[in-house]
Every structure is written in structure tokens, then in C-alpha cells.
């Protein structure tokens, strides 16, 4: 084919453009350490790539979320740790207390130390976090969750907070909560289940009427307690003439149960015992106390008052200190429950993290393959073209610079 | 006479020798001139003796012209594609501007502000990553902007240079025509001014070139339409547009320049111009239009999204929240044919963001009432070249008959329209709104404040604390905070001032908003007002989520509120438990008020980024994705088409050089070849010019005889 004088310059020129056009190509990858500069570079592996961002984006908040949510959780044990070890205290003092050979002295001395802890407990309810947030206060983290008035009339402690709870997401599809109310922790604690006598007949003359065995008079007032109908928890002992009293529901009629019946002696029904003075035919009524809530702290003040009150004692002390007893329990059975809850969290917040980290990894992974430089295969690359643009540089003067102009005339 | 016959040979000789090396220099003179096809000059023999008639003519082959033409065509039109294409991928390449980016960095800072809602440095650093996310939509929509306006310019200017070519050419046949018939070489001269001007045409529009029978080249379209005529007449390009007026059209118009006769224009089809406009064309209509819209239909959506679900929480001044995003209202363009004083106001309805499309509206009045204002439309959605979007079924998206009132009507696709003049309208009008194309551009923040964040939810459900049984509230979910004391049918149970509504404010006015339900049984409950009022009474309950949706469907004695079920979403809560419920457990439904540590909407905020929120397609049931998703659809399909782009134009140049290289060893000059020419012609001219010395030696022979 004949060739023309243009043909031979521009087909240089070309190949060393082209050549220069490579090595740049491959200079960039190498100096940027990317591969995948632009999308065009490769479509399907931009698309990925955004893809792939977002998810290690989200991972790193994930783990940021998990950092502060172990925080608040462990802050939160530490609270819930030593409000435990009060209380134990405080058991301890109470038990105490019971003792019989006890001076008023004493027993006073007890009672200011039961105030103490009551202090301690109730500024530990009241704790606030790094950012003056009371933890404990639900939603309402902005005021004070327990306030303490004692002269107020009924409940010296209240919770001006609500029952909201917090949540932190650790993964796209793991919600843990972050925070607990003081209303769950605190509030919601029974008091001692109670009765109480509202009458007699003409004959019958009570002297004792009070809970023996709580256990199993807490399982029948579980068992019967009525919340809709008041009237059910309304009952009656009635003198048989079997020698034996009988125990009937007022609200439904039910014959709850019989026991043997000498006038004058001690009976146990249901964990009740009474000493009752009565003929046959004589009824006494009681009706089960609407169950109650009782702050921890409220029982702590509660029986350091009593306990520093002089005029009582016998049978109302003794009632006293069984409240206190079953308050402090209760109490201490909620705290317990609540530290578990934190310590599952806190479980499975590490658990999460560590998932976290294997995402995270494998993400990376997926990104780097799409997007960095092999090095190996593109220093290959650039000495190759490297020696191809020399030789087009080198041949083209040799080739350009032939001309038969320079061999005639 | 011998003398004379030696003469006449020896002059002819000397001439066609002179001739051929006239013809030879030119060659080599012109190596370097653009467009110069080498010449040869011929001779005939004559029966008399001596050298005939010689022509000089161009060595071409018109295969080898028209195929470089074509490879032409093809590599302006993709190299003007690739050039622009790449530009909009490096856009897309920096993680700068990177939308994906924005939006990844703005829901982590709603993340870090759920777990410390109170914290106004947290919320600070939302307001600053949603101003930045902003602030990447607004840049990445005004380069597109910019670069259409880009484009605008450079059709102009390229059918400014077509047009002149074309006239070129138009005078250069006239020229060419009579100076043939003037001699009988070819004019090469304007023949090679002619094929470089073809060639410059070529490089702009895809051309078909025939030449007649006088030498002069007639020009069509390969579509058809005729550029040159036989007789030096043309036609040229202008540019018109309809109702969008950044949205360039390609016509032929007449050029009669004729006192009696107005010009005349003619659509081309732009699609199938090729060459540089054609690239550019396609540019316009593949990359750049669908991009504008893509990103704008991403911008819409987030914005919408992020506002209502805004609107569903309590911020930190304990009101109802309120927009987040600013989100501009757009004015509809009119088609030729509608009188400009009909204006049209478009916006999107609150919360159906994820019913926008990337489609443009075109809205076409059906009928008029007696005062000249509109009372049905038909709504086409049209891709940004103007063609019908299509549907899943193949059809084309055309929603006939939508009926029209006064104030904003809704139209299928989340946009709802208000026609602004109450009279003058008639049937054939036609509107063009175009929500998605330069909306990105305008999104701002609507508020500065940090306390104007909602993260807490606006109800708060407690469990009572003399609760016997052990059921927790689970969920509180809200999906209507309307706050509406006319009571229209999107109106909430909300008040506006703080609280929900009583027995007077609420619809039908018997019961307040439901704010207590109480169990009367594992199974049963109770739904009453803030005042203790009943509202219904459910039984047969098996689960407890969303206790008062049950209520709604199942209440007896007395059933749910007919006024509550007339209205969309009323009350607009409702609330889960776990748990068991035992006989006189209740739960209190309040207004969240002081409640600023809640997170709740904080966290369905954060969770907008894990839904489906971006339209797929024109049709209603369809697929949603999440705006990354989107975002990466519009990455992959930009590169992917610059990919594309490149390959074919690394095939096409290539065959671009196969051609050259065919044209150029016909026509192109060889310095080495014209070297030996030029010894080859120098020697038979000396050796002509020796014939004339040899006639004149044989003529003084005879005379010295005769003296």
C-alpha cells in the first residue's frame, strides 16, 4: 500500500500520544493508590462502592452509639452497686432492731444510722450524668427525679419524673435500651401485704390480728385479691358450732376455708393469726388492704422514724419492722432485676461490637478490592508501557528523518 | 514539413514537461496544506505527433472520501459525548460533593443527638451536617445547571458554524460549476476548498453527499432533509424551543431571501442528527436531563421526609414539630399556544415524598366551566426529552380526566397544582411542570434553631403505678400531629397549645381524645377520654399492639366515635404493650410535656436512612429505594455510560485511522515519490528541449546546403 509523507508523521505521532495517554493512566492510579478514580473506570464497581461506604459509615456510628451506651449502662451499675449495698446494710440494721434486748437508746442510735442511708439511697436516686441529666427521671431529665418533703402528709418521697425509657440502636437491627425510669426501678415496689379488721360483731372481742407466715398469706392474697370488684376483698370469720371458724368471702359467698377454732387461743388461717374471744355464731370481718407501691427510700424513712419514736413498740413495732423487712426486700429484689437487665445489655453491647468489628472488616475488604491499587500488577503495567513510549521516542527520528531529497542533486 | 512537425513535437513536449513538473512542485509546495489531494496531470496522444491535450486532475477515490466521512461523523459525535459525559463523572467522583457522603454524615449526627436529645452542641452539629448536605444538592444541581446553559451555547455557536459552512459550500458549487464549464482541467483549487468545508459539515451532523452531473455537490441529512441544493441554494439550522426555554430544538428553515414568499422551518429529529450536535444532543437527552431530575427527585424526597416525620415529634420547646427543609414551590411554563397569562403554581404534597418522580408533568386542560377555569386535565409524564414515560405494562403513563377544583388539586405522583387564573382558560391548553429539574438547587434549611430539632415523641403512655400485673408500654407510634381546630379530615387529636383534645374540641363533641385505657380482663379493656368519659369497650383481645387501632375496629358498647372514624387519622397515636395485663391495669395517654429526654422520634429520624423513600418508576406500584440506593443507581449509570462512551470512540477513531490511512495512500502526497518525479520530469524536459536543438541543427544543415 503506498504510504504518503503525512502517513509516516501522524502514525508516530499518534502511537506516542496514545502511549503517553496509557502511562499517565497508570501513573495516576499509582500515585492516587486508587484504581477506581472516576465512576466511569468501573460502573458496577461504583455503585458498589457507595454502597459499601454507607454501610461502614453506619458501622462506625453503630460503634459510636455502642461506646456511649456502655457508658450510661455502666454508670448505671455503679449506682444500682452501691444503692445493693446499703440496703444490705440497712437489712442488717433493721434485723438488728428486732432484737428484743434492744434499749430505746439503741434502738434510736439505729434509726438515726437507717436515716443516713435513707440520704445516701435518695442521692443516688437523684444522679445526674455528665450533661446534668438526672438518669433516673424518665423523659423529664431536666428536673430533679425524687424530691424529699418530710413534713409532707402522705409519701415524704416523690417522683416527679414519668416512666419514658431511652433506646440506642447497635446494628440495623438491634435496639437496646439505654435508659431505665426511677418509676420502674424505684416506684414500682410492693409493700408488705396487709389486712385489716373493719369489724365484729356484739360477742366477738379481737385481741390479735396480724400476718404470721407472709409467704403464704402474700400467695392468697395474690390468689384473691380483686381489683375490679372491691367488694370481693371483703371476708368474714364465722364461729361454727363444729369448733371450728370458718372463712367465707363477703363479695362472691365462697367458703374460703375452715380451721379449728378454741376461744381465746391463737388460730392461723391462711397465714392470718388471730386470738379472738367469741361464741358460736359470732363473725369477725376483715378486708385485704389495696396492695401498695413504696419507694425503698420512703420504707427507709419510714422505719428510721419509728424506730427513733419512742412511744412505739410491742405488736406496732413489730408490724413496723415487718414492713420494713418486706419494703427492703422488695425493694432490693427490683434493684437486683434491673442490674441483671444492665448486665445482659451490657453483654450483648459487647457482643455487638465485636460483630461490628467483623462487618466492618469485611466491608473494608470489599472496598479495597474495588477500589485500591494492586501495586504488583500496576508497576507491572507502567514499565511496560514505559518501554513502549521510548521505542515510538527513539523510532521516530530514524523513521521521520529518511528522505530521498537528501540523496539527489 | 518534418521541421515544422520536429517543432510542434519539441514544443509539446517541452510544455507537457513543464506541465508535469508544474504539477509536480505544486505537490510538494502543498504537503502541508489541509484538505490538498495530490494532482496528476494526464496527456492523450494525438495523431499528428507530439503530446495531446494534457489535464490535471485530482488523484481521489470517492469511496475512500465518503468513508472517512462517515468514520468523521462517528468519532465527533462520540468524541463530543465523552468529552461532556466525563465531565459530570469527575463531578460525580469527588467525594467533595458526594451526595451519599452528605447524607451518611447528617443521619450519624441524628444518631450521636438520640442519645443526649437535651445536648444543643448535638443538635448544633445536626443543624451544621444537614446545612452541609444542603449545600452539596445546591452545588452538584448548579454545575448541571451551569453546564446546560453550557450546552445552550455551544448548539448555538455549532449551528452558527454549520450555517456558514453550508453557505460556503452553496457558493463554492456556484463557483465550482462555472469554472468548469470555463476549461477543461478541474478546478482543484475549489474543489479541495469544497471537500475540507464537506468534511467540517461532516464532523458536525451526519451528511449524505452526491455530486450531479455539472460537478456540484448536493447535501442531505442522512435523515432526508436537504442542506445544499443543486443550484446553490440552501437551507439552514436554527434553534426554537417550547415551553421549556433552556430545552433547545433543531429545525430547518428556508433561506429564500424572497420579497413575496415568508420562510418556512422544519423539525429535525435530534436523535438521529449525529455527529458533534448529535452528540451533544444525546448528551442532553441520556445524561444530563436525567441526571438533573434523579438528583432533584433524591433532594424532594429527603426533604419531604425528613420534614413530616419532623412534624411528628416534639422539640425542644415542647411544640409540635415543624419543616426542617425549605422546599420551594414551582410555577408551571406554558407550550406554545397557551396564552402566557395563565399561570400555573405547583408544589408537592406534604408527605408523599416517596411518590415523586423523576418525571416532568405535562398537563393538558380536558375541560372548561362557564367561567373559563379548568375542570378536568389529563397529566402525561414525560421523560426529559419529551417522550411518555412508560409504564410497567409498556404503556405509555397518560392519566386521563383528573378532575379540578378551586385551590390545589393532587395529582398522581406527589405534586399537587393550582391553576392561578380564575377565568380565561379553554380546552387544548397545555402546562409543563417540571418539579424535579432545578429543584436541588433551591433547598435550604428552613430553621437555624437546634431546639426546632423533634426528636421526643408528642404522647407519652405510662403505666399507672398501682398496676398489679406486669404489662410494660412497649411502643407509642404516631402518624397524624395535624393540628386543626376546624376539624377537617386530616385534623390529629393534637390541640396545638400543648395538649390533646377534651370533650369539646374533639369531633362530634361528645368525647375528648382518647387518653386512658384501662383492663378489665386479660382480654378486655376500656378506651375513655381525659375526663374519665367511656369511649368503647374492646373484648376478645389476643395481642396488645396497637391498642387503639383494635378499638377503632372492634369497639362495642358504646363502638368508636363515628366523627373519630370520618376523619383520616384520628386521634393520630396509638400505643403497644408486652406483657400481660391483669384485671385493672391502666395506662395514661398524656402530651409528652417536659418529656425533652425521650429519643423516640430521634430515632425514626435516624432510621429514614434504612427506608425505602426514592420512586423507582412512573407506575403506583412500584418499588421504593433508599437514597443511597438512588444515589449509587445514579453513579453507576453516568459511569457506566461514560464506559461506554469511551470504548465505542476508541473503536471509532480507530477505524477513523483505517480510513485516513486509505485516503491518504490515494490522495495523500509522498515527498520521496515527487522527488523521483521530479528527476523523471527534469530529464524528459531536457531531453525535449534537446529535440528543438536538433530541429534547429537539422534546419541550419539544410540551409548551409542551399547557400
Not at chain 1, 148 to 169: C, E, H, L, Q, R
Amino acid at each position: 500500500m503506498r504510504i504518503s509523507t503525512n502517513q509516516i508523521y501522524d502514525q508516530n505521532i499518534r502511537a506516542i500520544m496514545e502511549n503517553q495517554k496509557q502511562l499517565t493512566a497508570t501513573q495516576e492510579s499509582l500515585s492516587t493508590g486508587k484504581k477506581l478514580n472516576r465512576p466511569s473506570d468501573d460502573p458496577v464497581g461504583a455503585a458498589s462502592v457507595v454502597r459499601l461506604t454507607e454501610q461502614l459509615d453506619k458501622i462506625t456510628q453503630y460503634q459510636r452509639n455502642n461506646d456511649l451506651l456502655t457508658n450510661a449502662l455502666e454508670e448505671q451499675e455503679a449506682v444500682l452497686n452501691n444503692m445493693s449495698e446499703s440496703l444490705r446494710r440497712a437489712r442488717t440494721l433493721v434485723v438488728q432492731a428486732g432484737n428484743g434486748i434492744l434499749s430505746e437508746e439503741d434502738q434510736g442510735a439505729i434509726g438515726k444510722e437507717l436515716e443516713q442511708i435513707r440520704n445516701e439511697v435518695l442521692d443516688l436516686m437523684n444522679t445526674q450524668d455528665a450533661s446534668g441529666n438526672f438518669i433516673f427521671a424518665g423523659y423529664q431529665s431536666q428536673q430533679q427525679a425524687f424530691t424529699f418533703n418530710p413534713a409532707a402528709s402522705g409519701n415524704a418521697i416523690t417522683f416527679s419524673g414519668d416512666s419514658g425509657t431511652t433506646s440506642v440502636k447497635l446494628s440495623d437491627s438491634v435496639t437496646v435500651q439505654r435508659s431505665s425510669s426511677g418509676l420502674e426501678v424505684f416506684e414500682n415496689v410492693f409493700a408488705r401485704h396487709n389486712f385489716s379488721v373493719t369489724g365484729s360483731s356484739a360477742g366477738a372481742n379481737v385481741t390479735t390480728a396480724k400476718v404470721a407466715e407472709q409467704g403464704t398469706f402474700d400467695q392468697f392474697f395474690d390468689n384473691n385479691y380483686d381489683a375490679v370488684t372491691p367488694a370481693n376483698n371483703n371476708y368474714q370469720l364465722e364461729v361454727l358450732g363444729s369448733g371450728q371458724v370458718q372463712l367465707t368471702n363477703l363479695g362472691t359467698s365462697a367458703v374460703v376455708g375452715a380451721v379449728d377454732f378454741t376461744s381465746g387461743e391463737p388460730f392461723t388461717i391462711k397465714g392470718m393469726t388471730f386470738t379472738v374471744n367469741a361464741t358460736v355464731g359470732e363473725t369477725v370481718d376483715f378486708s385485704l388492704n389495696t396492695p401498695e407501691k413504696k419507694n425503698v427510700a420512703e420504707t427507709l424513712n419510714d422505719i428510721a422514724n419509728q424506730l427513733m419514736d419512742d412511744s412505739l413498740n410491742g405488736d406496732a413495732l413489730e408490724s413496723a419492722l415487718a414492713d420494713a423487712l418486706v419494703g427492703l426486700d422488695n425493694g432490693m429484689e427490683t434493684i437486683n432485676l434491673e442490674r441483671s437487665s444492665l448486665g445482659g445489655r451490657l453483654n450483648i453491647a459487647e457482643s455487638i461490637y465485636e460483630t461490628n468489628l467483623d462487618l466492618e472488616l469485611t466491608a473494608k475488604d470489599a472496598k479495597a478490592n474495588i477500589v485500591e491499587t494492586d501495586y504488583a500488577e500496576a508497576s507491572t503495567e507502567f514499565a511496560k508501557q514505559e518501554a513502549a513510549l521510548s521505542a515510538a521516542l527513539a523510532t521516530f527520528p530514524r523513521v521521520s528523518g529518511l528522505s530521498l531529497f537528501d540523496y539527489i542533486g | 514539413m518534418i521541421r515544422a512537425d520536429l517543432f510542434n513535437i519539441a514544443t509539446s513536449g517541452v510544455n507537457a514537461s513543464s506541465q508535469l513538473l508544474n504539477s509536480t512542485s505544486n505537490n510538494i509546495a502543498n504537503v502541508n496544506t489541509e484538505g490538498y489531494v495530490r494532482e496528476r496531470t494526464v496527456f492523450e496522444s494525438t495523431t499528428l505527433g507530439g503530446v495531446g491535450r494534457g489535464t490535471t486532475e485530482r488523484v481521489i477515490s470517492i469511496f475512500a472520501q465518503n468513508q472517512l466521512r462517515r468514520d468523521t461523523t462517528s468519532v465527533g459525535e462520540l468524541e463530543t459525548f465523552v468529552e461532556k459525559t466525563a465531565s459530570l463523572d469527575n463531578l460525580l467522583a469527588g467525594e467533595a460533593n458526594s451526595i451519599a457522603n452528605g447524607l451518611s454524615e447528617f443521619f450519624a449526627a441524628i444518631q450521636t443527638a438520640s442519645d443526649d436529645p437535651t445536648n444543643l452542641a448535638s443538635r448544633e452539629a445536626v443543624l451544621g451536617k444537614a446545612t452541609s448536605m444542603v449545600a452539596r444538592l445546591n452545588s452538584i444541581s448548579d454545575f448541571m445547571e451551569a453546564k446546560e446553559e453550557e450546552l445552550n451555547l455551544e448548539f448555538t455557536s455549532q449551528v452558527e458554524r454549520a450555517n456558514s459552512l453550508i453557505t460556503n459550500i452553496g457558493e463554492l458549487n456556484v463557483a465550482i460549476v462555472t469554472a468548469k464549464g470555463g476549461s477543461n482541467s478541474e478546478p482543484s483549487a475549489l474543489l479541495n476548498e469544497r471537500d475540507k468545508a464537506i468534511n467540517e459539515l461532516a464532523e458536525l451532523m451526519s451528511i449524505e453527499v452526491r455530486e450531479n452531473q455539472f460537478g456540484a455537490s448536493v447535501i442531505n441529512l442522512s435523515s432526508g432533509e436537504s442542506l445544499v441544493l443543486e443550484n446553490g441554494d440552501f437551507n439552514v439550522f436554527e434553534l426554537g424551543n417550547d415551553a421549556d426555554l433552556n430545552f433547545k430544538e433543531l429545525q430547518l428553515a428556508t433561506h429564500f431571501n424572497s420579497q413575496t414568499k415568508s420562510e418556512t422551518a422544519i423539525n429535525i429529529n435530534e436523535a438521529s442528527v449525529g455527529g458533534s450536535l448529535g452528540g451533544l444532543f444525546r448528551f442532553r437527552d441520556e445524561i444530563l436531563g436525567p441526571a438533573q431530575r434523579d438528583v432533584g427527585q433524591i433532594a424532594l424526597a429527603m426533604a419531604d421526609a425528613v420534614n413530616s416525620q419532623n412534624k411528628l415529634g416534639m422539640d425542644l420547646d415542647l411544640q409540635l414539630g415543624g419543616d426542617i427543609f425549605a422546599i420551594p414551590e414551582f410555577t408551571g411554563l406554558n407550550y406554545t399556544g397557551t396564552p402566557d397569562n395563565l399561570p400555573v403554581s405547583g408544589r408537592i404534597i406534604p408527605g408523599q415524598g416517596s411518590d415523586i418522580t423523576d418525571a416532568d408533568y405535562k398537563i393538558t386542560v380536558d375541560a372548561v366551566n362557564g367561567s373559563g377555569y379548568p375542570t378536568s386535565v389529563t397529566l402525561t409524564m414525560i421523560n426529559s426529552d419529551g417522550t411518555p414515560k412508560k409504564l410497567a405494562d409498556g404503556s405509555d403513563a397518560i392519566f386521563p380526566s383528573i378532575a379540578i377544583n378551586a385551590g390545589y388539586n393532587d395529582l398522581p405522583g406527589g405534586i399537587q397544582i393550582e391553576f392561578q387564573s380564575a377565568s380565561g382558560h379553554s380546552v387544548g391548553n397545555e402546562f409543563l411542570i417540571q418539579p424535579t429539574k432545578y429543584v436541588a438547587s433551591d433547598i435550604a434549611l428552613a430553621t437555624e434553631r437546634p431546639e426546632d430539632l423533634a426528636f421526643a415523641a408528642p404522647i407519652r403512655a405510662e403505666a399507672s403505678l398501682s398496676n398489679l400485673g406486669d404489662a410494660q408500654v412497649k411502643q407509642v407510634t404516631v402518624s397524624n400531629t395535624v393540628v386543626d381546630a376546624a376539624l377537617g379530615s386530616e385534623a390529629s387529636a393534637f390541640n396545638g397549645a400543648g395538649g390533646i383534645h377534651n370533650a369539646a374540641n374533639a369531633p362530634g363533641g361528645t368525647v375528648g381524645a382518647p387518653a386512658q385505657i384501662v383492663f378489665t380482663s386479660a382480654s378486655d379493656f376500656q378506651v375513655l377520654d381525659a375526663a374519665g368519659a367511656v369511649i368503647t369497650n374492646v373484648s376478645g383481645v389476643t395481642d396488645y399492639d396497637n391498642l387503639l387501632a383494635q378499638a377503632e375496629a372492634t369497639g362495642s358498647g358504646p363502638a368508636w366515635p363515628a366523627a373519630f372514624s370520618a376523619l383520616d387519622d384520628y386521634p393520630g397515636y396509638d400505643v403497644s404493650l408486652s406483657g400481660v395485663p391483669v384485671p385493672g391495669d391502666s395506662f395514661n395517654l398524656t402530651y409528652n410535656t417536659d418529656g425533652v429526654a425521650d429519643n423516640t422520634n430521634a430515632e425514626v429520624l435516624a432510621g429514614l436512612q434504612r427506608e425505602g423513600l426514592v420512586q423507582l418508576s412512573a407506575d403506583s406500584s412500584n418499588k421504593t429505594r433508599t437514597f443511597h440506593d438512588a444515589y449509587s443507581s445514579l453513579i453507576g449509570r453516568v459511569g457506566e455510560k461514560t464506559a461506554t462512551a469511551e470504548i465505542s470512540l476508541e473503536a471509532a477513531e480507530a477505524m477513523k485511522v483505517q480510513s485516513e490511512t486509505w485516503f491518504d495512500s490515494v490522495s495523500g502526497v509522498s515527498l520521496d515519490e515527487e522527488a523521483a518525479n521530479l528527476v523523471r520530469y527534469q530529464q524528459s524536459y531536457a531531453a525535449a528541449a534537446r529535440i528543438l536543438t536538433t530541429a534547429q541543427d537539422l534546419f541550419d544543415t539544410i540551409l548551409s546546403v542551399v547557400r
